[in-house]
């Protein structure tokens, strides 16, 4: 008895499984851009511009040299306290 369910358990869980990565690997497929000055600081993608190296990397909000990937189309609707994403750093 404890075979059986033990069977299905592991079925189950490899079936959770496939169903979780099918929708990441559907994600990851999505168009996106980047999105400049709509991060928080710290929480910006790689290569942030001058003073930065790298992911996380930036040190104020809504950096302007600082981007984010973000959905493709997306990123001039992105409202922040500095005003609206835009597809180019600022200074």
Known sequence: MTRKY????????????????????????????????????GQNDCAAGAGTTCAGTSKTDY????WKLVDKGTCVTIKTPKGHGTLEAKA
């Open 6 to 41: 033990s069977a299905l358990a592991a079925t189950l869980a490899l079936g959770l499984a496939a169903i979780a990565g099918s929708a990441h690997a559907d994600e990851a497929k999505k168009p996106m851009e980047k999105c400049f000055g709509v991060a928080k600081a």
């Open 63 to 66: 950096q302007g040299n600082a």
